[in-house]
């Protein structure tokens, strides 16, 4: 049975990409906080900074789940209320990947 991604969504493009015979290249920390970001920037756009921003804490968590010292940071991310902490603090921790 295949492996659940949960907080990966740049998995999509890795299946797409495998289904046509496409070489598996691994995503880059940078590409990642792309996602993370542009994932956060539409939630807030959608649905406001207040709600946005709390709604992405949970998808925040499993994009970062199972990064190098990603724990701190996650707890961290959970705390934050504003969209420009939350940005800020993001490229803060992918500065260190």
């Not at 804490?57 to 996650?74: E, G, Q």
Request: glycine share 6%; charged share 35%; with cysteine.
């Amino acid at each position: 049975m295949e492996e659940v991604h949960y907080g990966a969504p740049w998995k999509l493009n890795e299946i797409i990409e495998g289904l046509q015979g496409k070489e598996k290249k691994e995503i880059s920390c940078q590409e990642k906080l792309n996602i993370i970001l542009e994932h956060l920037n539409l939630e807030v756009l959608n649905k406001g900074e207040y709600v946005g921003v709390r709604e992405m804490r949970k998808h925040i968590c499993w994009y970062l789940k199972n990064l190098k010292n990603s724990s701190k940071v996650r707890e961290e991310i959970n705390k934050l209320e504003t969209l420009k902490d939350v940005e800020q603090r993001l490229k803060e921790y992918f500065n260190t990947l």
